[in-house]
């Protein structure tokens, strides 16, 4: 936290180094100081904009975000351990329900047959075999 405080406030200082810089040029080029701080200011655009995209190059941006939003469920969760109970079960059971589904179907239809030269065995039409 403290390293991303400390980059971010170096941001800040470049950034009105930068804008400082551009108002010194644009008032040696003959602009009064508040005309030439305002151009300097829309050459460098949107320093809101700017600072975001800096920091989406910097960092993690999304695994901030996911952070947050496990921080901000285990809260939630745990401010209501009845739903949080409810909604662990109804999980496991619709786990438990895939799992054992889809061993049933592996084992009855995705498993290749125990006969000799499987790949040659062929199905007749208007047959159903399960």
């Known amino acids: 936290m403290r390293r991303r405080k400390r980059i971010m406030e170096g941001l800040d200082q470049d950034i009105r180094e930068h804008i400082a810089m551009e108002t010194q040029d644009n008032i040696e080029r003959g602009m009064p100081p508040e005309e030439a701080r305002y151009a300097a200011m829309r050459k460098f655009g949107n320093v809101t904009r700017v600072k975001e995209e800096i920091r989406e190059v910097w960092s993690f941006v999304w695994l901030e975000q996911l952070l947050q939003d496990v921080r901000f469920a285990l ?38 047959l125990d006969v000799p030269h499987a790949d040659r065995v062929i199905g007749l039409p208007g047959t159903h075999i399960i």
Do not use: C, D, S, Y
């Open 75 to 112: 809260r939630m969760l745990g401010k209501n351990p009845g739903f949080a109970l409810t909604a662990v079960l109804i999980l496991a059971l619709g786990i438990a329900a895939n799992v054992i589904v889809f061993g049933v179907l592996q084992a009855l239809v995705l498993r290749q």
